[in-house]
């Protein structure tokens, strides 16, 4: 079973930093596309960050290019969201998600089947 468990969200102002944390299984990140969704309200849910599961290649949205990043401690079974520079816009439930595949790393929602219960993040001064 597909368990996938978000922390690390909270509140920062703008300019800082937050990491988030995705804990799974190490047959997920073994075998599925780990990607990172955010939802401000009253807007759908995007893709912004993704990893795949056979070389750890990573890939952002133009959105967080350069101030996201994503890795992975394949010892403690955790993907990670680290996210620099946080502006208001950047406001949201967090979630991480999988996909099967090893040789994947897409960002498209509707392409994940396991989603975490999401974590919120606030960026306020």
């Known amino acids: 079973q597909v368990q996938l468990v978000e922390s690390g969200g909270g509140l920062v102002q703008p300019g800082g930093s937050l990491r988030l944390s995705c804990e799974t299984s190490?047959?997920?990140?073994?075998?599925?596309?780990i990607g990172w969704f955010r939802q401000a309200p009253g807007k759908e849910r995007e893709g912004i960050s993704c990893?795949?599961?056979?070389?750890?290649?990573?890939f952002h949205a133009d959105a967080v290019k350069g101030r996201f990043t994503v890795s992975r401690d394949n010892a403690k079974n955790t993907v990670y969201l680290q996210m620099n520079n946080l502006k208001p816009e950047d406001a949201g439930v967090y979630y991480c998600?999988?996909?099967?595949?090893?040789?994947?790393?897409?960002?498209?929602?509707?392409?994940?089947?396991?989603w975490g219960q999401g974590t919120q993040v606030t960026v306020s001064s």
């Open positions: 990893i795949r599961s056979s070389d750890g290649s990573t």
């Open positions: 190490a047959f997920v990140l073994n075998n599925y596309a």
């Open positions: 998600a999988s996909t099967w595949g090893r040789y994947i790393c897409p960002l498209q929602t509707t392409t994940y089947d396991r």
